[in-house]
């Protein structure tokens, strides 16, 4: 069950410009979601441009990396590892 | 035939998570089972603390902590699987079809169940990670996954919740 503080409860309006109500609804459209939850996740992460679909393209590659180092080092690779894991500070 | 196994368990929250992934790692499972290969897709395949911030930290991205954490499918190849490196292929293979929205922790595991040798065990983020939307594990869904799996293997894929 959803928890009660991620409901989204509150409803404002706000005025906007053709063109980003059109980038709003094209995102949405691409991803198949409502345009609601595009203006959510622009408005929540507005400091950042890190998604987590980047995060997890970064930590495939960081596992193949590791993957990579192991037959030459396991302590390298676990070093390598954690400084991976370390950057998904950066998805806020 | 393989089975595909659907389970179940919508309470728990993040200690449930915690489990599941942990257990990916166990490398004491049960006596007369092994552990033969861990795979993190979009998540750490090292350390287990790591997978699970990583899988709650992309539940917090969209406001999804609180759903049903993972969902658990349990993959168990018939006899006709008798070594590990040609059930290790497969399992990227059935892998593939999920990590394209998913995060995925997978074990892969030994052990004589009946005449099946070897099973995986596929922990999946309910979230997607491209658009947050909470995965779908209604019977059509999931009866078209095990169809997915049919292909891939060449032999039926059965599938069963518990």
């Known amino acids: ?92 | 035939m393989d089975i595909l196994k659907v389970k179940r368990v919508t309470d728990g929250g993040e200690s449930y998570l915690n489990n599941a992934i942990g257990y990916c790692f166990n490398e004491k499972i049960e006596p007369g089972e092994e552990l033969i290969e861990t795979i993190g897709y979009g998540v750490s395949n090292q350390d287990p603390k790591a997978a699970f911030n990583q899988m709650y930290a992309v539940k917090e991205y969209f406001g999804k902590t609180g759903d049903n954490p993972l969902i658990h499918l349990i993959l168990s190849f018939d006899n006709s699987v008798r070594d590990s490196e040609t059930a290790c292929a497969y399992t990227m293979k059935v892998a593939e079809l999920l990590r394209r929205d998913y995060q995925l922790e997978v074990a892969v595991h030994m052990e004589n169940q009946g005449g099946s040798l070897f099973h995986i065990h596929f922990i999946v983020n309910s979230v997607n990670y491209n658009n947050g939307k909470l995965f779908h594990s209604g019977l059509s869904e999931l009866r078209q996954l095990a169809m997915q799996i049919s292909k891939i293997t060449g032999r039926y894929c059965q599938l069963c919740f518990y």
Not at chain 1, 66 to 73: A, F, N, Q, R, V
Request: glycine share 4%; proline share 2%.
């Open chain 1, 1 to 92: 069950m959803r928890k009660k503080e991620e409901l989204k409860t509150e409803r404002k309006t706000v005025l906007m410009t053709k063109a980003l109500a059109d980038d709003i609804e094209q995102e949405a459209k691409e991803r198949g979601i409502k345009p609601n939850a595009v203006m959510n996740e622009r408005l929540k992460h507005s400091r950042t441009n890190v998604t987590p679909s980047d995060m997890v393209q970064f930590q495939d590659f960081v596992n193949d990396a590791c993957d990579m180092l192991k037959k030459y080092s396991e302590t390298d690779a676990e070093i390598l590892g954690r400084k991976g894991e370390d950057l998904w500070t950066y998805l806020k």
